[in-house]
């Protein structure tokens, strides 16, 4: 099984949402194509939108882009992770660089983001990722590991949990594309500490539909986090396409 999703980060309107899961569900009547597990991340605003748009039988699983440790407090400006799943939610993006990076996100939020999903029955989707500076002076993989290592110290069930490494230097509208071999030691890494025991290890970074098909076949990459170029319908269901069209193979 390949998952292959997208987060839409901060953009889209209702109306926006609503077309785009509506052709989605159109797309996928018959079902998610095979060997494919499709996942869509909207913003809060519009995740209860697209969960009703899609119904409850839909193929893609849902995910909210943050969710406080706290199930419920004075945390003003926070969505709880019960207040996710309340919207339609299945899983949550924790730990994304940009979260980390300009919202003072630390691995022990991280690490406690991680177990209040868990306690809510939430899948989490946990992102790790070097900066540019780390990956140049070839510190990638400890670098990496360690971030994955401190979210999820002390949970013991690792099964429902994904792991996307996106790295820093590759990842958003200025991002360089990577080559297999510069992704190769981390996924053989995290394949070898956390493979048999987590859902898979996902990449994101410049993904395309030029690249998919080289990106899924490093060992050890076991699905897709798109940005842009998943924020058409079209080009999403062409991503779900090439990773069936492997898994087919």
């Known amino acids: 099984m390949l998952w292959v999703g997208t987060s839409w980060k901060m953009n889209g309107t209702l109306a926006w949402a609503r077309d785009y899961a509506g052709r989605l569900r159109e797309a996928l009547a018959d079902g998610a194509p095979e060997g494919v597990q499709p996942f869509v991340i909207p913003p809060a605003t519009v995740l209860a939108a697209v969960h009703e748009v899609l119904g409850e039988d839909s193929p ?22 019960g207040q996710a799943a309340d ?37 989490p ?4 990722g070097e900066p540019g500076a780390v990956f140049d002076a070839g510190g990638s993989v400890d670098h990496v590991v360690g971030q994955v290592d401190a979210a999820l110290a002390g949970v013991s069930d690792l099964s429902t949990i994904l792991i996307a490494y996106e790295p820093i230097w590759a990842i958003g509208e200025h991002g360089r594309e990577a080559r297999a071999g510069d992704i190769a030691a981390v996924f053989a890494a995290l394949a070898s500490e ?27 990459v076991g699905g897709l986090f798109v940005g842009r170029s998943a924020w058409r319908v079209e080009g999403y269901l062409e991503l779900l396409e090439i990773a069936s069209g492997l898994v087919r193979a």
């Not at 909210?64 to 969505?79: D, F, K, L, P």
């Not at 080289?214 to 050890?220: D, I, N, R, W």
């Open 60 to 81: 893609v699983l849902l995910g909210a882009q943050n969710a406080h440790w706290a199930e419920a407090g004075a945390w003003t400006g926070e969505i709880s992770v």
């Open 87 to 123: 919207a339609g939610a299945e899983l949550i993006e924790i730990g994304h660089s940009e979260r980390r990076e300009f919202f003072a996100e630390t691995d022990d939020t991280v690490n406690r983001k991680v177990r209040a999903t868990l306690r809510q029955g939430l899948r």
């Open 125 to 128: 989707l946990l992102c790790v």
């Open 194 to 220: 956390y493979g048999e025991r987590v859902a898979a290890i996902l990449y994101g970074g410049s993904v395309n539909q030029r690249n998919a098909a080289e990106t899924l076949a490093v060992p050890g």
